[in-house]
């Protein structure tokens, strides 16, 4: 009989690519995972690893496993959301990720809402970038998260993962204000979007770190646009990135969550014909899990009423 516990580390090396990084996110040692490898490799009866150098390479046996283990992992996620349905009432700690904007505009709220209907419910919020929180889920170090994607940067199916929509946002460029022109709200873009990029194309950018979808964004809307753009800051948190835009430090594409109280005289936002959308994640066959039901039914709740309706079929 097939151990679970080692198809799961087998899957994690089919989507980590290392047993440091499988020994790493587990915290396993790096011995343990090659030991408990190796005892899957004589259940199975046959080699499940090929050695290339220092790496590892799965055998085809290996691939049709991992994909007989993401169907097990699933059903036993489906039979610990039917256990939970049964017991009465909801308790203990449910671990969710969120990224900044939405830790700061929407989970506040969701989490009273949740506290309100399941007092026993001990949530427990950990900011994670989106990039980071499918390896996070599947390690089973969070049991949902909200995730988000853009126009330019659409999230790719993450096996073992499922996701709902949530809500979606509009995008601006936020620019610093030319001093005779008056304070005004959010302008929207015309038909040209590359138009309205292409006319920052010469002024420095201030984008996201590299490796977070953010930063992605901003170079694929200016590299569609015709454009590679001269990156001066890279910051992550939207407000510091308005303030350095009011400081006539560069500009930048930012969303409707990251604009954050009144409008800064000195920033002049243009809305884009773009989008970020945001989602609610967990793994395969937990969505009907109580916990995280309710999570997500709380966090619906909190939506504000002028972010929009996801586009259908995202």
């Not at 587990?26 to 408990?36: D, R």
Request: one cysteine or more.
């Amino acid at each position: 009989m097939l151990d679970v516990r080692r198809l799961r580390l087998l899957r994690e090396l089919a989507r980590r690519g290392t047993i440091a990084a499988v020994a790493e996110a587990l915290a396993y040692s790096p011995s343990a995972v090659s030991q408990q490898l190796a005892v899957l490799e004589r259940e199975a009866g046959l080699p499940l690893l090929e050695r290339t150098g220092r790496r590892v390479r799965l055998t085809p046996a290996a691939q049709k496993l991992v994909g007989h283990a993401e169907a097990v992992l699933e059903r036993l996620e489906q039979a610990d959301a039917d256990l939970a349905e049964a017991r009465s009432g909801l308790a203990g700690v449910l671990r969710i990720g969120a990224f900044p904007t939405a830790t700061r505009a929407l989970v506040p709220a969701a989490l009273v809402d949740l506290a309100r209907r399941h007092p026993a419910l001990e949530p427990m919020v950990h900011e994670t970038d989106p990039a980071a929180v499918a390896h996070a889920l599947r390690a089973g170090d969070l049991d949902v998260a909200l995730v988000h994607e853009y126009d330019f940067v659409p999230a790719a199916p993450e096996p073992g993962l499922a996701t709902r929509p949530l809500y979606g946002e509009a995008m601006y460029l936020a620019a610093p204000r030319p001093e005779a022109a008056p304070a005004a709200g959010p302008g929207t873009a015309g038909h040209d979007q590359g138009e309205v990029l292409r006319g920052h194309r010469d002024a420095p950018w201030i984008t996201a770190t590299p490796g977070t979808l953010c930063h992605a964004m901003t170079l694929r809307a200016c590299q569609a646009a015709g454009f590679t753009p001269r990156v001066r800051h890279r910051v992550d948190e939207f407000a510091t990135v308005l303030a350095l835009v009011a400081a006539g430090q560069g500009v930048a594409v930012v969303p409707q969550l990251g604009v954050t109280g009144p409008p800064d005289p000195a920033v002049a936002l243009t809305r884009l014909h773009m989008e970020r959308r945001t989602k609610i994640a967990f793994r395969s066959g937990a969505g009907a899990h109580p916990a995280v039901a309710a999570f997500a039914a709380s966090l619906r709740a909190a939506v504000p009423q002028d972010l929009a309706e996801p586009r259908a079929g995202t």
